[in-house]
């Protein structure tokens, strides 16, 4: 298809393990987010990136959260030593920088 | 700071009823966008709509309409002869000029009764 993808669907983990979540924007859209939905947050921005560069992490809630994007398409968001307050579903969006932004189905995390 | 209120937690209404989500944001840039975004029962986030700061017509597009006041920083949705398929959670989102992210409501879930 041609909207954004994220994989996996469904992640459990247990406590203090690293978990990988990916995005894959529509294709040409330079601009990539993350954004987290959880029940007592609502829809949180994470990361913007800009191309491959990230002008706006402000969002990321502690250290343990990383990201990166690659050849200007795929992203990577990392959380490590997971927490159970991490527990949460995880979307991702692109665009064209400047417009409208679409999202992914999103990736629901639970940390047990 | 931005800042979107959607004080509307959950609204119920009969089918083919017309139904009113309110917003209301604040920013003090001059130069702003704001969104309706509809989230189903799936999960994933549906763009309805972008109006920029500058364009206070209002929009319909079939039985949806948009009311867009900056004199009251208020952008409201209407749905027209409300439909079962309509039952969602919708948020409505605002970004500053040259701050790409959105800043959501907390989002109005709406649940349309056959």
């Known amino acids: 298809g041609a909207g954004v993808s994220q994989s996996p669907s469904n992640k459990v983990t247990e406590k203090g393990k690293d978990v990988e979540l990916r995005c894959d924007p529509i294709s040409g859209h330079t601009a990539l987010y993350w954004y987290r939905q959880s029940l007592g947050q609502g829809l949180e921005f994470l990361i913007y990136?800009?191309?491959?560069?990230?002008?706006?992490k402000s969002g990321l809630p502690s250290d343990r959260f990383s990201a990166e994007r690659t050849g200007g398409s795929v992203s990577t968001l990392t959380i490590q030593r997971t927490q159970q307050e991490d527990s949460a579903v995880y979307l991702c969006a692109s665009s064209p920088v400047g417009e409208t932004q679409y999202f992914g189905p999103g990736t629901r995390l639970l940390v047990l | 700071a931005q800042k979107v209120t959607q004080a509307q937690t959950e609204i119920s209404v009969v089918e083919k009823e017309d139904v009113t989500l309110d917003c209301v944001y604040e920013?003090?840039?001059?130069?702003?966008?704001l969104f309706w975004y509809k989230q189903p029962p799936s999960g994933e986030l549906v763009f309805l709509i972008r109006r920029n700061s500058f364009d206070e017509q209002n929009e319909i597009s079939g039985r949806y309409s948009w009311n867009f006041q900056k004199s009251t920083s208020s952008f409201n949705f209407t749905i027209t002869a409300s439909q079962v398929v309509d039952s969602a959670v919708y948020f409505c989102a605002l970004s500053e000029f040259g701050n790409e992210k959105l800043t959501f409501g907390t989002g109005t879930r709406l649940t349309i009764i056959p």
């Open positions: 920013t003090r840039d001059t130069t702003y966008y």
């Open positions: 990136f800009q191309g491959n560069s990230a002008p706006d």
